[in-house]
């Protein structure tokens, strides 16, 4: 069966940093690309990140930029997203999307639109 679960999230001050992860089963992570993004209350989900097939090169949305990275960890068929310097903007349902195409790839923060292998989602909570 193929899926991607989510994981990491939890309450943190403003300032500090989680590290999600996007572990998938079934298929290799590695050969397509991931996204990551977010639905806060009562909004619009929004793209936050992308990490591409072959080559991994990153997209952030410009919020996030020099605060989020997003990486690939090969051996255990995992994609992170590492979030640093986090504020109450930031609270949100985190999700990952990626696809089982060959030859997918994506460009800039919103390529979760095109993807439609989802987790479940893990809750960011950034609060004093």
């Known amino acids: 069966q193929v899926q991607v679960v989510e994981s990491g999230g939890g309450t943190v001050q403003p300032g500090g940093s989680l590290r999600l992860s996007c572990a998938a089963s079934g298929f290799t992570l590695d050969l397509y690309p991931v996204g990551w993004f977010r639905q806060a209350p009562g909004k619009e989900p929004e793209g936050v990140s992308c990490?591409?097939?072959?080559?991994?090169?990153?997209y952030y949305r410009d919020s996030v930029k020099g605060r989020f990275t997003i990486s690939r960890d090969r051996a255990e068929n995992t994609v992170y997203l590492q979030m640093d310097n986090l504020s109450p903007e930031d609270t949100a349902v985190y999700y990952c999307a990626t696809n089982t195409v060959p030859g997918t790839r994506v460009r800039g923060s919103d390529c979760y639109m095109y993807l439609d292998v989802r987790g479940q989602g893990t809750l960011v909570t950034v609060s004093s």
């Open positions: 990490i591409n097939t072959f080559d991994d090169n990153t």
